[in-house]
């Protein structure tokens, strides 16, 4: 990304990790006890070597999409336990236990976005998948939706016709509102005549606010609501598809750009806004406010944590400071592969799609809290299970 695009992010990146620790989301500390049994198998990790409780804590977040809600700290042989359940709680001098913060992930009730005060209608355009777009597909392959990489120019096809702006023909930043570029995902992009983007972000649609009483209370089902992985790429294309513009209006006090919306979205939906930047897509994607202020509430950052080489589809990526959704892998996965992301920026002037290869600066990547698994991860489908059909979240 240019160097101004980068200068944004990293300004608030810098902000959100100092504040961030993995005793901030392990407050449920017992000393002097040890959880026997339900060891957490397979992907979940089991037993790891680390140094402190907090080490031992951050492990349990790293795989608990994988299912670890609990650990075990022992402190001579610094082996790090991690567990399923409680159910094997013992007293033991030479241990400490706990678990991650926030309530199971059966007990968060799927619900509805809190409705946005009235306001004027949008100007007709496609804000709720597909979003009218030849170029996306249903499923490109792993059950999620996507979008044709050698076709799809990332020219602001869904744009609205009032928000239409045809970008400047010369290399500019993402911060400068009349630079733009547009290409295919697999072939990248270049500034050229009859490039477009869409300026739409009115002052009048309420930037998302802050839930400060879920921040308040550590609650994890308030903050992010259960959502599936499906929902979250819908709501991706949206942005994408639209090519709505990089950071246009960010500074004023009104406004933003319009969130679009999945088909499990409610009604009503759009009905808020989020700031154009790199951490707005993932976001307004998730659904969140991680970055947002309020009352009593500073920029926070999401509270799990993956492992870089374990990333599915919608989770959140750092590349120095500027921030991508993952989409998926092509032709095998790791170091050196080619995935497909979705960014706002990203030296485009706006939401885009793009093939890049992964590399080891990717660090560190995060995954929501409560995403709805779906039945059929096992043989590398996402998108499946749907939020009516019942299914539970994926752990906090």
């Known amino acids: 990304s240019p160097s101004t695009n980068m200068d944004r992010c990293s300004r608030l990146f810098i902000v959100v990790i100092l504040g961030v620790t993995a005793s901030d989301n392990c407050p449920n500390i017992e000393t002097d006890t040890d959880l026997r049994g339900h060891d957490c198998g397979g992907a979940c990790g089991g037993t790891e070597t680390v140094n402190t409780t907090d080490e031992c804590c951050a492990a349990c977040q790293r795989h608990a999409s994988d ?3 609990f650990w075990t700290f022992a402190s001579e042989l610094k082996h790090c336990y991690l567990k399923t359940s ?3 709680r013992t007293g033991s001098a030479r241990h400490v236990s706990g678990s991650l913060s926030g309530p199971g992930p059966k007990e968060c009730p799927v619900v509805a976005e809190p409705p946005a005060p009235l306001h004027p209608s949008l100007p007709d355009g496609h804000y709720r998948f597909p979003y009218n777009n030849q170029y996306i597909t249903h499923d490109a392959g792993d059950g999620c939706p996507g979008i044709d990489l050698d076709n799809f120019d990332n020219g602001a096809e869904g744009c609205a016709a009032v928000w239409h702006d045809e970008c400047s ?3 500019g930043s993402d911060e400068d509102p009349g630079s733009c570029q547009c290409g295919s995902p697999s072939a990248g992009g270049s500034p050229r005549k009859g490039c477009y983007q869409c300026i739409g972000q009115p002052s009048h649609l309420e930037r998302k606010p802050a839930n400060v009483t879920a921040y308040n209370h550590n609650d994890m089902c308030g903050r992010y609501p259960p959502i599936t992985r ?10 994408v598809t639209n090519g709505f513009n990089y950071g246009r209006f960010n500074k004023t006090d009104g406004g933003g750009t319009p969130e679009t919306c999945g088909s499990e979205d409610e009604a009503a939906c759009p009905q808020y806004s989020y700031e154009s930047v790199c951490n707005g897509l993932l976001e307004m994607s998730w659904k969140s406010d991680d970055t947002n202020f309020g009352p009593g509430k500073g920029k926070t950052w999401p509270p799990v944590k993956v492992d870089c080489m374990d ?3 919608g989770d959140w990526l750092h590349i120095g400071s500027h ?4 989409r998926r892998w092509l032709n095998g996965s790791g170091i050196g592969k080619e995935f497909v992301l979705y960014q706002m920026g990203g030296g485009w002037g706006k939401a885009n799609a793009v093939v890049k290869k992964f590399s080891t600066k990717y660090s560190p990547c995060y995954r929501r809290p409560n995403i709805i698994n779906d039945d059929h991860e096992g043989d590398g489908h996402y998108c499946s299970t749907s939020a009516s059909a019942g299914a539970t979240a994926d752990s906090v």
Request: glycine share 12%; aromatic share 8%; proline share 8%.
């Open 169 to 171: 023909p010369t290399h």
């Open 230 to 239: 499906r929902q979250i790429i819908e709501r991706a294309l949206g942005w």
């Open 323 to 326: 921030m991508q959704m993952f």
């Open 86 to 88: 409680d159910a094997g």
């Open 311 to 313: 990333v599915k589809p």
């Open 67 to 69: 299912g670890c809600k």
